[in-house]
């Protein structure tokens, strides 16, 4: 059974830092492409950061600079450092593990967690 799990959300006053963790487990870990989404109230889900298997990263203009998402496989986990962080940053932080060389291609989503930027 595939899980994903999320921790290190909650509030934080602007400026200031979190670390998302994404722990996994049921999955080959190190072939996924890993990802952090974000869905505020309101909007669609889109995606903030990603870095595939062989440890390319990319990330939405609105958190380049200020966020940094890294793997470590011997762990199965994946992070999202936040930084600088803006009251716009505020919605619910979705992990997803993904890997096209399975048809239909593999594709898992944790059950987020709530990061909010206010003082």
């Known amino acids: 059974q595939v899980q994903l799990v999320e921790s290190g959300g909650g509030l934080v006053q602007p400026g200031g830092s979190l670390r998302l963790s994404c722990a996994a487990s049921?999955?080959?870990?190190?072939?996924?492409?890993m990802g952090w989404y974000r869905q505020a109230p309101g909007k669609q889900r889109e995606r903030v950061a990603r870095i595939i298997s062989g440890g390319i990263t990319n990330y939405a203009d609105s958190v380049k600079g200020r966020f940094t998402i890294s793997r470590e496989n011997a762990k199965n986990t994946v992070y999202l450092q936040m930084n600088s962080l803006k009251p716009e940053d505020t919605a619910v932080y979705y992990c997803?593990?993904?890997?096209?060389?399975?048809?239909?291609?593999?594709?898992?989503w944790g059950q987020g967690t709530q990061v909010t930027v206010s003082s």
């Open positions: 997803n593990a993904y890997y096209s060389g399975t048809y239909p291609p593999s594709d898992y």
């Open positions: 049921g999955i080959i870990f190190s072939i996924y492409h």
